[in-house]
């Protein structure tokens, strides 16, 4: 059984058939044909998907080691870094680089993109390219506007941003990786999420609690100031931050929503486990369910691989 994590759960409940190429059969190093495509594929985004991660890594580049420094925000720094990664990004992905013999993505470093459209030769318009820049400077735009959230994060002793957090609870292995854990002196940790989504309507309550449920559980790095293991999970500060409608979204939890997690992940862990590990012996791809929704399977990266 892998290592069970929110973003996994959800893909298998999507698509069981999805979940398996990307979480059983896509391998970096592999150098079966089979896992070597389905690592390629993986990489694949929508234009939706790609901007949200241009907003991260210039969130993880430019914003936090400038808070790590207690410094202000330079906004041309900013926009600056964002749009010549978009526009390396928006030429790797366009001359469709990611076909190219030998590629390694670790290799390109973040001038690495692969568009979903381009692998399956769909058009990618201006008007996409050009909702995407303006999305990105509007997410950006709130971001810096977030006097609050930046004076209170300058308070803290350390920032960690996208550490993975591996822990174990009831006997299930799992991982999870915040956007950002922030550590104070005299105060609980906060955890934040960075959402770039046009309609923001998702309660991410959930998501957020496997992250102070795993933070609170997890071996500590050597970076963490603190062993936050002293800490319950109701204790840990929660924020989701919609940078799209600019909107900070606090979350308080209670012990009836640990307990919801914890049932949420013994559910899910199972019925993985089973699908992957029948009764009946060895189990193949093309046995597992694929979604019933038809517009989920024109939108699957996997999906050269799932419909020969």
Known sequence: MSTWSYSNSRLFRKCQRQWYFKAHVAEARAKD???REAFLLSKLQTIYSWRGSIVDQVILM?????????????????FKYAEDV???QLEFARAHRLREQGMKVTGAGDS??????IEYGEEITQEEIDAAWQDIECALTNLLSMKDLYARLLTASHIIPQRSLSFTHDGIKAQGTPDLVAFFPDQPPVIIDWKVHTFASQDYRMQLALYALALTNCKP???FPQAPVCYQPTEIRLIEVQLLTNQQRLYQLTDADIDGVSNYMARSALNMKLAIDPADGAISVFDLPVTSNPDE?????????CWK
């Open 62 to 78: 430019r914003y936090v080691p400038t808070l790590k420094r207690g410094q202000q925000i330079s906004r041309w720094d900013l």
């Open 33 to 35: 044909q089979t896992r």
């Open 297 to 305: 399977c024109q939108r699957c990266p996997f999906r050269s691989m």
């Open 221 to 223: 790095h050597r970076d």
């Open 86 to 88: 978009f526009d390396r």
């Open 112 to 117: 690495f993109a692969a568009f979903f459209g």
